[in-house]
């Protein structure tokens, strides 16, 4: 059974850091550029950042570009989204996919397989 599964996610103040974990079982992640994502209540899925299939380059978004790292574990067979200086605007669902293209995107309709997402919330 193919699975994409997060965590990581939680309740932290701001100015603290989470890393988050997309793990695959059924296929292997290094097939796959994989990307974060994330949604905030009442506002559209916007992506956070990316890691390409081929050579690990890597894409962030404005908002999170010095802040969140995103890196690969082939022997885990999971991605991870490290986030640092978290502000109450990082409050969102954050949900990982895979799309096939090489390519890094943080275009949502680009990947085409989801996981279920982990709820980060920045309060103090």
């Known amino acids: 059974q193919l699975q994409l599964v997060e965590s990581g996610g939680g309740l932290v103040q701001p100015g603290g850091s989470l890393r988050l974990s997309c793990a695959a079982s059924g296929f292997s992640l290094d097939e796959y550029t994989i990307g974060w994502f994330r949604q905030a209540p009442g506002k559209e899925r916007e992506g956070v950042s990316c890691i390409s299939r081929t050579d690990s380059r890597s894409g962030y978004a404005d908002s999170v570009k010095g802040r969140f790292t995103i890196s690969r574990d082939t022997a885990k067979n999971t991605v991870y989204l490290q986030m640092n200086s978290l502000n109450p605007e990082d409050t969102a669902v954050y949900y990982c996919?895979?799309?096939?293209?090489?390519?890094?995107?943080?275009?949502?309709?680009?990947?085409?397989?989801w996981g279920q997402g982990t709820q980060v919330t920045v309060s103090s």
């Open positions: 996919a895979t799309r096939t293209g090489r390519t890094v995107s943080l275009s949502r309709t680009a990947y085409n397989y």
